[in-house]
């Protein structure tokens, strides 16, 4: 079946970064686009960015353009996110997502503190 795997959260100093990474399983990832959401207390999940399933295209929320960067390696069957200057706001569980034949997966999501 279908599993997604998010890693690499924790809790880091306003301006530094963090690498986040999805772990996809039990679909063909190379064929598929993935997609980043955040979710904060008490509000819906946000989509932040996506890539193609090539990796040649990638959006991204204006809040997060030009701070975060995702991509993704076929081979790994994994994706990505790097967070660059991470500020207060950057605090949220981290979610991956994906759709196949129709059908939303999401991972379990890690969180990620920006604390001094």
């Known amino acids: 079946q279908v599993q997604l795997v998010e890693s690499g959260g924790g809790l880091v100093q306003p301006g530094g970064s963090l690498t986040l990474s999805c772990a996809a399983s039990?679909?063909?990832?190379?064929?598929?686009?993935m997609m980043w959401y955040r979710q904060t207390p008490g509000k819906e999940r946000e989509l932040v960015a996506g890539?193609?399933?090539?990796?040649?295209?990638?959006d991204y929320a204006g809040s997060v353009k030009g701070r975060f960067t995702v991509s993704r390696d076929n081979a790994k069957n994994t994706v990505y996110r790097q967070m660059n200057s991470l500020e207060y706001e950057g605090t949220a569980v981290y979610y991956c997502?994906?759709?196949?034949?129709?059908?939303?997966?999401w991972g379990q999501g890690t969180q990620v503190t920006v604390s001094s």
């Open positions: 997502r994906v759709q196949v034949a129709a059908v939303d997966y």
């Open positions: 039990g679909f063909t990832f190379r064929s598929y686009r």
């Open positions: 890539i193609s399933n090539a990796g040649t295209v990638r």
